[in-house]
């Protein structure tokens, strides 16, 4: 398989993961809206919103919201968006949730410094 979300999950590829468990891994995108997006993935491969179950789409709601949980403790986000693309609209055909922080005001740094102090106790 050809897939470039496959090859992060099986660390073929580098990412700035920030949660991993059995189903689940996220990881900041590489091109960010901005600071913090982060795209949330099943680990099995399945191409879109039809071909997920679920459990996996449930528990990938509940991993936003920890993700979330820990974006606005570690930058004050002011709100986000969480969005799915299937079909044409769809660039990686690999199911995958874009949770986008928003901010009153503006924030601007480097990938490397958000993954730093987003992983940061």
Known sequence: MDCIF???INKEIFSYKVYEDELVYAFLNNCPD???HTLILPKKHVKDLFEIDNDTLIHIIEVAKVIEKKLKEKFNIDGFTLVQNNGCAQEIKHFHIHLK???NESLEMPLEE???ILMSN
């Open 6 to 8: 496959c090859k992060i």
């Open 34 to 36: 901005s600071v913090g």
């Open 101 to 103: 922080p928003y901010y």
């Open 114 to 116: 958000v993954y730093n």
